[in-house]
């Protein structure tokens, strides 16, 4: 049972957890898109729809002719600038050497992967010109769900997507040039989150084609709304790889996901984020946290490598992402010594981790795997024979 799928009693006390990513913060938007032209999309359609939208979004605010936002006075000023081309801010003190820093918001498709098949890699260079990855067509009148995640300071931004979703939307996606509009906008709210329990909708509306904003409440979620939805301290955990995740440990891709190398990736990512996009340093332990997670073992796994392809307008060519699919379950000696990852996997859920992350890559969820093995095993074991 994952995180989202658990219906928490309003009067049953939180536990409180004590830790850093309590800071955390960001907000989660459902786009209903609808069609109004037909047109077809591949199966890697979120990279066509941010793609898009980074294309309408910089040709309308973008105040230096050549386009080269390292060269520009106004890069520090520009929404285009932050969010599809990040920099280090002056000052700053990690990843300084870094031209370009973690984008503080991602794209998804949530049940895209059930229109179409995962695209699958070409025999020769000549099936990759002739991109025979499989498409989707979708017809007038039907609708298209987008989600988008933006962290930290980056919900003040929401209304520069909104404006790029309905440019886009009147110029054309994909190479019909299809049509569609925003039919309406909700905030994603947490079981948890008294203002959707108030109203009795975890779905507030954020915005409809026929009245514009509704309100100016942006329904962010802190990383204290997410952690206190954690009951439990399972000693047996199971990770779902639900879009290809690709990890990297020096040089080296992994095409098994140890839990070292997942730990390793979301201190990486969540401390980056918050550092750029919160307002704050994650203080952590890192070399502790990475050396205790050797402790974790994989107890079973089921997963295989799935290989993806994007058109890179600004590099000129198409570009291959692999990531691992599947499912694993890890295990950790005790409860307590799983509890400090807790929180790292919580929080991760929501802004996925690896690579392609911008495009939905790297999402995963987790789920208590301690159940498996029943009440009534664990007492028959408990037992002395």
Not at 154 to 176: E, M
């Amino acid at each position: 049972m994952s995180l989202e799928q658990k219906d928490f009693a309003q009067d049953k006390p939180h536990p409180s957890w004590h830790h850093p990513l309590n800071r955390f913060s960001l907000g989660r938007y459902r786009f209903l898109l609808e069609v109004i032209q037909d047109f077809r999309l591949t199966a890697f359609a979120t990279a066509t729809l941010r793609g898009g939208l980074g294309y309408i979004l910089k040709k309308s605010v973008c105040t230096w002719p050549p386009g080269i936002c390292s060269q520009c006075l106004h890069a520090k000023h520009c929404a285009y600038s932050y969010l599809f081309e990040t920099q280090p801010m002056a000052g700053a003190t990690k990843l300084r050497n870094f031209e370009q820093v973690p984008r503080p918001y991602l794209l998804t498709l949530p049940h895209w992967e059930k229109r179409t098949s995962w695209w699958l890699p070409p025999e020769s260079e000549e099936d990759l010109q002739e991109t025979n990855s499989p498409v989707t067509f979708l017809k007038k009148g039907e609708f298209l769900e987008c989600e988008l995640v933006l962290v930290g300071r980056a919900v003040l931004f929401l209304p520069y997507f909104l404006f790029a979703f309905q440019k886009l939307g009147r110029r054309g996606l994909g190479h019909d040039r299809g049509k569609f509009r925003i039919a309406e906008v909700r905030a994603v709210c947490l079981p948890s989150d008294r203002r959707a329990n108030h109203s009795s909708r975890r779905y507030p509306i954020i915005y409809h084609w026929r009245y514009g904003l509704c309100g100016n409440d942006l329904f962010t979620t802190t990383g204290s709304d997410i952690l206190n939805q954690w009951q439990e301290r399972p000693r047996r955990i199971t990770i779902h790889f639900e879009t290809p995740t690709r990890l990297e440990h020096g040089d080296q891709v992994c095409k098994e996901i140890s839990f070292t190398d997942l730990i390793r990736g979301l201190l990486r990512r969540l401390s980056s984020l918050s550092y750029f996009h919160c307002g704050y340093e994650l203080q952590l332990d890192y070399p502790q946290l990475v050396e205790e997670s050797r402790l974790v073992q994989t107890a079973a796994h089921e997963w295989h490598w799935q290989d993806q392809v994007r058109f890179s307008t600004r590099q000129g060519q198409r570009i291959l992402l692999g990531g691992v699919l599947g499912h694993a379950t890890y295990e950790a000696p005790s409860s307590e010594a799983m509890a400090a990852f807790l929180p790292l996997l919580a929080v991760g859920q929501y802004v996925h981790v690896g690579k392609g992350t911008v495009m939905g890559l790297g999402k995963f969820s987790v789920r208590n795997a301690d159940w498996y093995t029943g009440p009534r095993k664990r007492e028959s074991s408990e037992r002395p024979g």
